[in-house]
């Protein structure tokens, strides 16, 4: 086990800004933490990392009791990059590699890998704030740790560096990497983690690996046991799915959609209809049913709903 | 240890405001013996007679200007959240306390030897002879500076870690420095000639004043020292404890 957490809870005075926060993450996975703004994901990070402390509760890196030393085997970026202003980036490592006790050698090959290697001389303070978080991520890169602690890495990049710490990061769970993500870019987190915690004013929504999440949705039961444990489960009665669709008459499609059981309701798009669906049928039984009342489709497409649409569902 | 230090002198190395005050510090020192010998010469005082009790008395003015050095390198790494990224990377939380404790100690030590160095330099250049009494009679001055230097550098750690801010962390210092003082004067109880700023004051206690006000009813030299002794420890113990116990965030 990487990380076990249990029952972490801070308090603000009276404000909870995290309430009873519990999860684990396994050797491997990419684990994502979404939540909107202050729902206590650098709160939780920053307890796990020894900087905020925790008014209840525990943590366990490594399945031993924690210790300094554990972080410099964690490489972490924690809501902003965090140098020293006068240093330039080169010795903003250096200090950062004393600490990790990693040697000065390692530092152009993590500046190397974010692309900041000709800029080595220039002081902190002059850089932009996407080379600033480029920085942190290559602070975080030094004696190449097998746990990465990311608090919303893509933070002030733009579209180009947004893709490449993307990749960055994919490819560094390719290579087996233990990775702890938190972002409210949701599609990142769709796309790279294995699992996800849904946190929203402090508390745990939901945790599950991403397709569980995305499935139990829809209401699409797999069988595995993390599914049943999801919270979200309670919401499969209040399912819905959309589909988007066309033909040359829009209206006689519009008639006979309505007369199908499954179909609750249809709304008129520009072009197109919606409509939405109590059950989930497949694309092949909606065009046949189409076809035998005489309607040839020129569109049919499901919208699954993203993490995104379900993100901001749960946490309304 | 020697790793901390050698952390610190990464981030002090190429810092240019630190070696600017420390430099600018021994300047005024400088200035200082320069003036006292000066006077001393135009009053027909005998230079030899400089001693270490007056030197390091007056001398004494100039550590609020090493407060200030510390004060303020102390609240950039919290402004900049830096004292937290060390702890990210792996510094646990007392050896954050540990290495700005060093800094401190290294501060006050060279406050120190530059009174001593410049003691000497004055002394050898004086056209009256170094008299190896005046040297060696009352040293121990040097010690009291070293420790009340200390003792002033400790509480205004302190200050700093809890206020975070540096200007504000400076204003506090100063207004609870007067307090102290105005407490201790006014009541003129010889307990509260204890607090922490009447102790360092009286610890090396004016010469020759000019107005022979009561320093009649001090404590002791013993019990001020001890009590200096006392507030280093109280305030290091607090920086400790808020250091390893509190939030590390700007
Ligand atoms: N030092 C503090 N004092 C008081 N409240 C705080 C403090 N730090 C955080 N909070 C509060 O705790 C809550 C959680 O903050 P946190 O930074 O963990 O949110 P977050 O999920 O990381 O948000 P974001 O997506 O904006 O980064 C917020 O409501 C915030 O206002
Ligand atoms: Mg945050």
Known sequence: MI??????????????????????????????????????????????????????????????????????????????????????????????????????????????????????KYAFRTFSLGMKQRLALAAALLGNPKVLVLDEPTNGLDPQGIIEVRELIQSLANEGK???????????????????????????????????????????????????????????????????????????????????????????????????????????SINQAMFDRGIVLSHLIKIKKTLEQQFLEITK | MLKLLTIEWQKIKPYTFFWLFTGVYFFMLFAVFYIAYHLMEINGIKTSSISWHGMTYISGYLNFFLVLLVILYSTNEYQFNTYRQNVIDGLSRRQIFFSKLLINLGIAIYSTLSLFVLFIIFSLI????????????????????????????????FLSLVLKKGII??????????????????????????????????????????LPIGYSDLPSESNILYSVIFYVLLFNALSFWWLTKKDLRA
Request: proline share 3%.
């Open chain 2, 169 to 210: 962390s400076i204003l506090f210092f100063v207004v609870v420095w007067m307090v102290d003082v105005v407490i201790s004067m006014a009541t003129n109880t010889t307990i509260l000639e204890l607090l922490p700023f009447s102790s360092c004051g009286n610890l090396i206690i004016n010469p020759m004043p000019a």
């Open chain 1, 178 to 284: 233990t990775i702890i993500i938190a972002s409210h870019l949701l599609d990142e987190i769709e796309k790279i983690c294995t699992n996800v915690m849904v946190m929203k004013q402090g508390n745990v929504l939901a945790a599950g690996r991403v397709d569980e999440i995305l499935s139990s949705q829809f209401g699409i039961h797999t069988s595995s046991k993390g599914a049943k444990d999801s919270k979200l489960q309670t919401n499969n009665n209040m399912e819905e799915i959309r589909i988007e669709i066309a033909a040359d008459d829009l209206y006689l499609l519009e008639l006979e959609l309505e007369r199908l059981p499954y179909v609750v309701k249809v709304e008129k798009r520009k072009e197109t209809l919606m409509a939405i669906l109590n059950k989930n049928i497949d694309n092949k």
């Open chain 2, 126 to 157: 004086s056209p009256d002879s170094l008299s190896i009494e005046a040297f060696s009679n009352e040293i121990y001055y040097l010690f009291y500076h070293f420790i009340k230097c200390f003792c002033l550098l400790s509480i205004a750690y």
């Open chain 1, 3 to 120: 990380l076990k957490v249990n029952s972490l809870t801070k308090k603000y005075g009276r404000f909870i800004a995290a309430n009873n926060i519990s999860f684990e993450v396994e050797e491997g996975q990419v684990f994502g933490i979404l939540g909107p703004n202050g729902s206590g994901k650098t709160t939780t990070l920053g307890m796990i990392l020894d900087v905020t402390s925790p008014d209840a509760g525990s943590y366990c890196w490594f399945d031993t009791t924690p210790g300094s030393n554990q972080r410099k085997h964690i490489g972490s970026i924690l809501e902003t990059p965090n140098f020293y202003q006068h240093l330039d980036a080169e010795s903003n490592l250096k200090i950062a590699a004393l600490i990790k006790d990693v040697p000065y050698s390692q530092i152009d090959v993590v500046l190397q890998r974010v692309n900041l290697l000709e800029r080595k």
